[in-house]
């Protein structure tokens, strides 16, 4: 069993950064990709960035492309979403995922890929 705990989230102004960090235990070395999603109050729950365990190939939501980067350290068993100039509709609950399998069809944007939740870190970003 998989356990995924976020941390770093917080309250920042427009324009600027924070790093949210969540550390992997248990099972670790069945993972295939970890990802990050975000929940805004009143909206469902949105893909923000994913990162393959193995090789570190990345993807990200057009909406954070070139603001956010997904980065991960396999020997701590650790993913980070650097997250630079900010915006107040970034303000949301960040949840970190993860998943030891995809299936034929899924891609790595799509919750039903992963099986494992963290509690999520709120990230309040004001104008």
């Known amino acids: 069993q998989v356990q995924l705990v976020e941390s770093g989230g917080g309250l920042v102004q427009a324009g600027g950064s924070l790093r949210l960090s969540c550390v992997a235990s248990g099972g670790t070395f069945n993972m295939y990709i970890m990802g990050w999603f975000r929940q805004a109050p009143g909206k469902e729950r949105a893909f923000v960035a994913a990162i393959r365990w193995s090789g570190g190939s990345t993807e990200y939501a057009d909406s954070v492309k070139g603001r956010f980067t997904i980065s991960k350290d396999n020997d701590k068993n650790m993913v980070y979403l650097q997250m630079n100039s900010l915006k107040p509709e970034d303000t949301a609950v960040y949840y970190c995922?993860?998943?030891?399998?995809?299936?034929?069809?899924?891609?790595?944007?799509?919750?039903?890929?992963?099986?494992?939740w963290g509690q999520g870190t709120q990230v309040t970003v004001s104008s």
């Open positions: 995922a993860a998943s030891t399998r995809i299936r034929l069809g899924e891609r790595v944007y799509e919750e039903r890929v992963y099986e494992y």
